[in-house]
């Protein structure tokens, strides 16, 4: 493949939050835009007319008709092991996790299952427009070294954990707090920073953790300040009071993680939805995100997570499918969902909002907003192309959209997968509908 190409289209970037008021300054937008790569890099992108007279003749770009060319989703967080118990319907999260997931979970000792499932659930990302996703394992270290090798069979960046878990739970998906950090050592040390790879130190959650447990994986989120930390908060009421009566000293859920050290700058936990707003200032004067994931949130019926508050409180949110309690690995379904949550609440989620969370929020989240999540110059050319037309009823409803705004809120509302027709990873093309047809 030559070392340039380059794509014409409608192209959408952000270069910050818009806000709730879609500040026009938070985003580029090139009706008639090019978007040239070099070496899998961002080499240059602005409106065609001004571009194409700078591009050396022998390259011929790639035009894409009723599109929008845009950065690759972010999943900032997803359960590999889940990929096969999707769409499980539990009573609420504790039943969900004894009668479904954990079952599903302890296959994935077996390095040749594990394997099986990481290629197939790499293959739903860049179906589904993903091109980054910060992703939790099974408690075996097998599960992450399969998603890790998976992804660097295509060069994908990708954040994995093993999840730690030492009690309240099954045997045989229970670790001990020494082999929890035994084995996270031996995988950050064999799979940080290894390529695009990165690694995070995943308890599950407080309440199938020791406290041994949690001060573990606080000496080590200490020991190795680069990496990520992963987990799961305030999600469900029942988990919460489980956490309190487990932890009695502490004043909150999120207190239990920030005893040990696991509120930091590079550390995101799903959900946050029952937050008092000392926590979420708290979480927010840490630097730590939240994975809001909306879709597995209505699903377990776990809550709404609170869009306003956390703006008060400054603190940070970006998008995730949480799949298998989210149902679907797609990040457009999951922002419809997103709006619907917020509509629920009287609160609005602006399509271009919306957008910003999928895409430059969640590269943030995971400190990796100088290399994905946008289009400056430099940045990897991890990039998706969205079809207009993808059904007849999107491509009819687009066609009377007047604005961007219109045509972004048409696609989180209708679209999925289907409207994916290329995901590029560091400008190859590697998925969608339009992926491996005659050009
Ligand atoms: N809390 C602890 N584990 C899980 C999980 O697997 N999924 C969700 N949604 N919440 C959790
Ligand atoms: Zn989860």
Redesign the pocket.
């Known amino acids: 493949m030559d070392p340039v190409s380059a794509h014409r289209g409608a192209i959408l970037y952000f270069v910050t939050d818009p806000g709730d008021g879609d500040d026009p300054a938070a985003f580029v937008y090139h009706e008639d835009g090019l978007l040239v790569i070099d070496r899998g890099r961002v080499a240059a992108v602005g409106p065609a007319a001004a571009l194409l007279p700078q591009l050396s003749p022998a390259i011929a770009p790639t035009g894409h008709a009723d599109a929008l060319i845009m950065p690759g989703f972010v999943d900032t967080h997803i359960?590999l092991p889940?990929t096969d118990m999707i769409a499980s319907a539990g009573r609420d999260?504790l039943d969900?996790?004894a009668r479904y997931?954990y079952p599903a979970?302890r296959r994935f000792g077996d390095p040749v299952h594990a394997r099986a499932v990481a290629d197939f659930f790499i293959a739903e990302l860049l179906a589904s427009g993903t091109t980054t996703a910060q992703v939790?394992g099974s408690v075996h270290a097998t599960s992450v070294e399969a998603v890790f090798a998976a992804a660097e069979a295509l060069n994908l960046r990708l954040i994995a954990g093993k999840?730690l878990m030492d009690r309240n739970c099954p045997p045989d998906v229970r670790d001990t707090a020494a082999r929890g950090e035994h084995e996270t050592r031996a995988l950050i040390e064999r799979w940080h920073g290894r390529g695009r790879l990165r690694y995070a130190i995943t308890p599950?959650?407080a309440?199938?953790s020791t406290e041994a447990q949690l001060a573990s994986a606080g000496r080590l989120a200490a020991e190795f300040p680069d990496v990520h930390v992963h987990?799961?908060l305030a999600?469900?009421r029942a988990?919460i009071a489980w956490v309190r009566a487990l932890f009695p000293w502490s004043r909150s859920y999120a207190e239990v993680y920030d005893r040990y050290g696991l509120l930091r700058p590079r550390a995101v936990y799903?959900?946050g939805i029952h937050l008092d707003d000392r926590d979420r200032r708290r979480l927010a004067e840490c630097g730590t995100w939240i994975a809001h994931?909306p879709s597995?949130?209505l699903y377990?019926g776990?809550g709404l997570f609170d869009f306003a508050a956390s703006d008060a409180a400054q603190l940070c949110y970006a998008i995730s499918t949480?799949v298998?309690?989210?149902t679907s690995f797609s990040p457009l379904r999951t922002l419809g969902d997103a709006y619907k949550v917020a509509q629920l609440q009287g609160q609005r989620l602006s399509p271009l909002r919306a957008f910003y969370l999928a895409t430059l929020a969640g590269a943030r989240a995971l400190h990796l907003d100088d290399r994905i999540g946008s289009f400056h110059v430099g940045a990897e050319a991890d990039f998706i192309v969205l079809d207009l037309a993808a059904t007849p009823l999107i491509a009819r409803r687009c066609a009377q959209a007047a604005t961007l705004s219109e045509r972004l809120q048409i696609l989180m509302t209708l679209g999925d997968d289907r409207c994916v027709r290329l995901t590029h990873v560091l400008g190859r093309p590697v998925g969608g509908t339009a992926h491996g047809a005659p050009s």
């Open positions: 359960h889940q999260l969900w996790l997931t979970e939790l999840t599950r959650f309440a199938t987990s799961h999600e469900n988990e799903a959900h994931a597995s949130n377990l776990s949480d298998g309690a989210g």
